[in-house]
């Protein structure tokens, strides 16, 4: 499973980002999808998560409502709509994939990984 994100960037606070993940495989439509951060110095956290159907997702309090993840089955692609940024959310951004249709919410949940996208908002 190759799993690749695109997107990322410089934006100042308050703009916004649209991250993109193309997954391959033949089963993407059982694969649940999640997007996690890493700040420097700090440890991968999660951001957001949808289930292999997308009719479930999970979002870390510190961007409910500002961020939206979505999949689409059938161009194997999930993408992490950011509104509203705030420096705090500068960090690099990774895609996630397992085989498996619940929703993961720890890095540990995912076998397979992007190389990761730079997002930073300035202030």
């Known amino acids: 499973v190759q799993v690749v994100e695109s997107g990322g960037g410089l934006v100042q606070a308050g703009g916004s980002l649209r991250l993109s993940c193309a997954a391959s495989?033949?089963?993407?439509?059982?694969?649940?999808m999640g997007w996690f951060r890493q700040a420097p110095g700090k440890e991968r956290e999660f951001v957001a998560a949808?289930?292999?159907?997308?009719?479930?997702?999970y979002y870390a309090a510190s961007v409910q409502g500002r961020f939206t993840i979505s999949r689409d089955n059938a161009k194997n692609t999930v993408t992490l709509q950011m509104n509203n940024l705030k420096p705090e959310d500068t960090a690099v951004y990774y895609c996630?994939?397992?085989?498996?249709?619940?929703?993961?919410?720890?890095?540990?949940?995912?076998?397979?990984w992007g190389q990761g996208t730079q997002v930073t908002v300035s202030s």
């Open positions: 495989g033949r089963t993407f439509t059982r694969y649940r």
């Open positions: 949808t289930t292999w159907t997308g009719s479930r997702t």
């Open positions: 996630a994939a397992d085989v498996d249709g619940g929703l993961g919410l720890s890095p540990s949940a995912y076998d397979y």
